[in-house]
C-alpha cells in the first residue's frame, strides 16, 4: 500500500502562482510515477502532469507552459509548480502514484485549487 498526502492548495488571483506537494510513503518502489489529475464536476478526470523515476514527464495541454512537475525521488515526493493560473484552473487536484511494476494505482484525497478572477 501507498498513502499519499497533498499540500499547497488554496486560493489565489488570476495570474498568480501556487505550489502542490504530494508526499508518498509505504510500498515504495524504484520504478514509479507521480503526478497530478484534476476532475471539473461533469466531466472526466483530466491529466495535469505526470513524471516518472526515470525522469520521463508529460503535461496536459492545457497547462503546458505554465505549470512544471518536479519530484525528490529521495523524499518520495511530486512538486507541482502552477504560474500564470486562469480561472478555469479551479477545480480539485488529486496527487497519483503508480507502482510501474505491480501496474497498481494510488490516488490522494484531492486539494482544492481555486482562482478568483
Known amino acids: 500500500q501507498v498513502q499519499l498526502v497533498e499540500s499547497g492548495g488554496g486560493l489565489v488571483q488570476a495570474g498568480g502562482s501556487l505550489r502542490l506537494s504530494c508526499a508518498a510513503s509505504?510500498?515504495?518502489?524504484?520504478?514509479?510515477?507521480m503526478g497530478w489529475y484534476r476532475q471539473v464536476p461533469g466531466k472526466d478526470r483530466e491529466l495535469v502532469a505526470i513524471?516518472?523515476?526515470?525522469?520521463?514527464?508529460n503535461y496536459g495541454v492545457s497547462v503546458k507552459g505554465r505549470f512544471t512537475i518536479s519530484r525528490d525521488n529521495a523524499e518520495n515526493t511530486a512538486y507541482l509548480q502552477m504560474n500564470s493560473l486562469k480561472p478555469e484552473d479551479t477545480t480539485v487536484y488529486y496527487c497519483?502514484?503508480?507502482?510501474?511494476?505491480?501496474?497498481?494505482?494510488?490516488w490522494g484525497k484531492g486539494t482544492q485549487v481555486t482562482v478568483s478572477s
Open positions: 509505504g510500498s515504495i518502489f524504484n520504478r514509479n510515477a
Open positions: 497519483y502514484y503508480q507502482d510501474m511494476v505491480a501496474k497498481v494505482d494510488y
Open positions: 513524471k516518472t523515476s526515470e525522469g520521463f514527464t
